[in-house]
């Protein structure tokens, strides 16, 4: 079946670091790759979608890749900040309905 | 502008109880609707979605049901809720263009007990 995975041990980095984050897709090959940010007894809030043609797609502090060739794609988070600190969701999809990964957890400590 | 409206935030329930839980959608027209379960570190695991009115589609197997009696409106329910039926329920909404983007509601966090 579709499989989305993520680190789901914490990431904990210290503020002004870049923060990396990993998904990896199983499984399936997605059409397009979804970035949720999801704080504590709240919903998902999109960030960012990169499609599997794309190999880099840029917001702000914002940078996601999408490696087809490694089934991966890499978030990451420049100058980081205490703020950042959330659970980062990550999710695969294309003409089906997106299937989500558990999240990774970020930690940024100041 | 689109919101999402879901309640209630929170809700204890004793086992054998009944379920109903709301959504609406403001600021869109025939959005795709969705309720997800979110288990304490788990992913977000799809139970419905709705592509129309009247149209609900399920995903796993349970004592859960949805319906959609309105364009923007989505219900939860179910008839005798049991332990694992606890968790974090969210409903969401994308374009009925496409799925590349959903908008999630605050969620409920249900306790049965």
């Known amino acids: 079946s579709q499989k989305i995975e993520q680190n789901s041990e914490a990431l904990n980095i210290q503020e002004g670091k870049t923060a990396t984050l990993t998904c990896n897709y199983t499984?399936?090959?997605?059409?397009?790759l979804q970035w949720y940010r999801q704080d504590p007894g709240r919903g998902p809030v999109f960030l960012l979608l990169?499609?599997?043609?794309?190999k880099e797609k840029r917001k702000e502090r914002l940078k996601v890749t999408f490696d087809t060739t490694l089934k991966q794609s890499l978030f990451h988070i420049t100058a980081s900040q205490p703020a950042d600190s959330a659970t980062y969701l990550c999710a695969g999809g294309g003409s089906y309905i997106p299937t989500f990964g558990r999240g990774t957890s970020l930690i940024v400590h100041p | 502008s689109q919101t999402i409206h879901q309640w209630p935030a929170t809700l204890v329930q004793p086992v054998g109880s009944p379920l109903s839980l709301e959504c609406t959608v403001e600021g869109t027209s025939n959005p795709n609707l969705y309720w997800y379960r979110q288990a304490a570190g788990r992913g977000l695991q799809l139970l419905f979605y709705s592509v129309g009115i009247g149209q609900i589609s399920s995903e796993v197997p349970q004592n859960l049901s949805a319906s959609r009696p309105q364009d923007r409106q989505f219900i939860l329910s179910s008839k005798k809720l049991l332990l694992s039926d606890s968790g974090f329920y969210l409903c969401?909404?994308?374009?009925?263009?496409?799925?590349?983007?959903?908008?999630f509601g605050s969620g409920t966090q249900l306790s049965v007990l």
């Open positions: 969401a909404w994308s374009s009925a263009s496409g799925r590349e983007k959903l908008f």
């Open positions: 499984n399936y090959s997605p059409a397009y």
């Open positions: 990169i499609r599997e043609n794309e």
